[in-house]
């Protein structure tokens, strides 16, 4: 089941982890994070509906390959071709369009695949089911980063892209192979599509489950999509206890140097948050989601504000290992929390589709901070705009974590 989670994972950490460095090669100076932000705005535009629209249309399927195969299906064949697409991209509007497809592709895809969880999965087991699918996220991050690293030593950052494309099929044919169950639902009623739409937010738990994930993705969102420019924009010294990561010379530009830094911290996080999932995932099962989810996100937080305060690669590094384990254990204990709120087993992949805009709709907020960025990092210090950014996504994490408390129907 968790094999198609994989390819998703890796490809979007991989897009919001490199092409934001492809923009800045090809745009003018100085306009990177307006532009790259804009590519990420309007992708978010469409993934704020796309999966509950791709997931309403499965719950009414009917086929003898089940609900959910052929939109799996179909929406990997389509990410290959964005992939393809963006492997090739030398003009901006190449990159805009490529990464819209991509989007849709992602989204008719993971839109009917989000259902599995709540809808095969008994709620006693869901914290060590979320856990797995959270320990395969962090993997397929680790994955990512090793192909990127190769790619980076070669001088090709979009070759990476081509290799996601293969990974993407093959997971998606092992997903839709060996899962030979489908969630048991009844018929599904004959509603207009904006009743359906409506119908989760009449509960009071699916809503403010909604909105503390859409809070804590935002915080996520705005450290992840910025963080390479972040390094290459402020960041001159990339070693940790003067072990040499990166070094910018005439051999090697800031923007390569931070590539390779970024890189290595993805590959911390990732093996750090496999760590946090599995443990959170077993601790959300005994202690409960919530109380979980108070402690990732707390930390997760608190560390934010040394990061954007203190431009120290060492410190940096040291970071993103206590950020890794809390959120991996958050990931793990949101998707437990989520399956137990759901407001009807009969629409699983449309509210699940719902719920998942509460993770894009953060990157059209993201997308248009860009701006933001370009303007602080002209009107403060070199960097004083990625440090505005860092300090309100750690305000989001706060914010997020004490409107858990709104959440009743859950362990």
Not at 56 to 73: E, H, I, N
Not at 251 to 257: E, F, K, N, S, W
Request: charged share 15%; proline share 3%; aromatic share 12%.
């Amino acid at each position: 089941m968790a094999a198609y989670w994989f390819a998703t994972s890796m490809k979007w950490f991989t897009m919001f982890l490199l092409l934001g460095l492809v923009v800045k090669e090809i745009v003018p100076g100085g306009e990177e994070g307006t532009l790259w932000g804009r590519v990420v705005f309007i992708g978010a535009c469409w993934a704020a509906i796309g999966p509950a629209i791709f997931g309403f249309l499965s719950d009414r399927t009917r086929t003898k390959y089940g609900r959910w195969r052929p939109y799996v299906a179909v929406g990997s064949g389509l990410t290959v071709i964005a992939l393809i697409v963006l492997a090739q991209a030398d003009k901006y509007w190449v990159i805009v369009v490529g990464y819209f497809v991509l989007q849709v592709a992602d989204d008719l895809a993971t839109g009917p695949y989000s259902q599995l969880v709540p809808g095969l999965v008994p709620k006693e087991q869901r914290g060590r089911a979320s856990g797995i699918i959270g320990m395969v996220e962090f993997a397929a991050q680790l994955v990512a980063v090793g192909i990127a690293l190769i790619a980076h030593i070669l001088g090709d950052i979009q070759m990476s892209f081509l290799v996601i494309a293969g990974v993407n099929v093959t997971c998606a044919a092992i997903t839709i192979l060996t899962v030979r169950e489908d969630p048991i639902v009844n018929a599904v009623e004959r509603v207009p599509i904006w009743k359906a739409f409506l119908s989760p937010w009449k509960s009071k738990d699916f809503t403010w489950a909604w909105a503390t994930r859409f809070l804590n993705a935002l915080g996520f969102y705005l450290v992840l999509t910025y963080l390479a420019l972040f390094l290459a924009s402020t960041f001159t010294d990339f070693s940790v206890f003067g072990f040499q990561i990166a070094k910018v010379d005439d051999d090697t530009t800031a923007t390569q140097a931070a590539t390779r830094s970024v890189l290595v911290l993805a590959l911390l996080i990732a093996v750090c948050g496999a760590i946090g999932s599995v443990i959170g995932g077993r601790a959300a099962d005994k202690i409960g989601r919530k109380r979980v989810i108070y402690l990732a996100g707390t930390t997760m937080g608190g560390l934010l504000i040394p990061f954007a305060l203190v431009h120290s690669f060492t410190l940096t590094f040291c970071l993103a290992i206590f950020f890794g384990i809390a959120y991996g254990a958050f990931v793990s204990a949101n998707w437990a929390l989520v399956s137990d709120v759901l407001p009807s087993q009969d629409d699983l992949a449309k509210d699940m589709g719902i719920w998942q805009s509460s993770i894009a709709m953060p990157q059209i907020v993201v997308g248009l901070l860009g701006m933001v960025v370009d303007w602080g990092n002209r009107a403060f210090e070199p960097g004083g705009g990625y440090t505005i950014i860092f300090l309100l996504a750690s305000v989001f994490y706060f914010i997020s974590t004490i409107l858990v408390r709104m959440i009743r129907r859950t362990m």
